[in-house]
């Protein structure tokens, strides 16, 4: 099948494929997989275009949907973190996108500066995985205490009641919530800061931010893994939506390059993503914290190393 926009010809059966396998491990982690799709698309497909960004955001519209249904079901969405990591990665998502096509569309660059950006991230998470034990942090307790409560019902009667996240406090300060008897604080104002430079380098990557918000959620400010994945996908959705829209508007503006999303080639990735993270979504709850971390960081490693690696020789 050829794909105009993208310039190249795929078996249709294989984006929703790899599209599939990516999200079911990476929505247990609050990622949508779309940081992982770009070096597919890039290194795999041929797709080098400043589009390529787009058809991404595209993908993250049309997957993400059914992984947030299962976390709003299972009563782990924390609603006020979602809403100001919206309105902190919005403006900075727009910013993101205008770098992208003026000062980075060379495939060189753009490699070069993702593969920086996901090794930073990576190291976090592996200090953050490395540090546990010694640290003593309360995210590690909720997070066990919650994975020996789900393994015990599952022993009993393969359901349970399990607990859900309570909301204590919203405020203009801080967001306070409570999740398997502890408390967590949160500073409003620095996620919306964290969230805005997110933003920027999400609209750059065409990844709507989730993929770097997640781990800073679950390194930086310690939460449980558990509680931030639902927030992260909804925050990557509505900004990803705003992607996709502003992609397609501006792209009249630069007829030498293609700007515009591949819509058939997004659609095709984004029915892959939408099954699979609703079977990670749903599953998640079965799989141990640390397990979901270790998915997460030799994820971004490999992909870091790739990008850099491929930049240099």
Not at 197 to 226: E, H, N, Q, R, W
Request: proline share 5%.
């Amino acid at each position: 099948m050829y794909f105009p926009v993208a310039g190249i010809e795929v078996n249709p059966f294989l984006p929703p494929a790899v599209a599939f396998i990516i999200s079911f491990f990476t929505s247990m982690a609050g990622v949508s997989g779309a940081f992982l799709l770009l070096p597919f698309q890039i290194s795999i497909l041929g797709f080098n275009s400043p589009a390529v960004s787009g058809t991404n955001h595209l993908f993250n519209v049309v997957a993400i949907p059914s992984g947030v249904y299962r976390y709003i079901k299972e009563g782990r969405m924390v609603w006020s973190l979602t809403w100001v990591v919206i309105i902190g990665t919005l403006p900075g998502v727009m910013i993101g996108a205008i770098l992208r096509i003026q000062y980075l569309p060379d495939p060189g660059s753009f490699k070069m500066f993702a593969g920086f950006v996901l090794l930073y991230i990576g190291f976090r998470m592996l200090k953050n995985l490395y540090g546990k034990e010694d640290s003593g942090n309360s995210q590690g307790c909720s997070e066990d205490q919650f994975q020996q409560l789900v393994n015990q019902s599952k022993k009993e009667s393969g359901r349970g009641h399990l607990p859900k996240v309570h909301m204590k406090k919203i405020s203009l300060l801080s967001i306070e919530y409570g999740f398997y008897g502890q408390d967590f604080r949160i500073n409003t104002i620095g996620i919306m800061a964290l969230s805005f430079f997110v933003g920027i380098i999400g609209g750059v990557y065409g990844i709507g931010g989730g993929a770097i918000i997640a781990p800073f959620f679950i390194s930086f400010f310690k939460l449980p893994v558990y509680t931030v994945a639902g927030a992260a996908l909804m925050g990557t959705f509505v900004t990803s939506a705003a992607g996709v829209l502003f992609y397609q508007l501006i792209a009249p503006y630069y007829p030498d390059m293609a700007v515009a999303p591949d819509w058939a080639l997004g659609f095709l990735f984004g029915i892959g993503g939408f099954c699979g993270m609703y079977c990670g979504a749903r599953l998640q709850k079965f799989i141990s914290a640390r397990i979901i971390k270790w998915i997460l960081v030799v994820c971004i490693l490999f992909t870091a190393a790739k990008y850099i690696i491929s930049f240099v020789l």
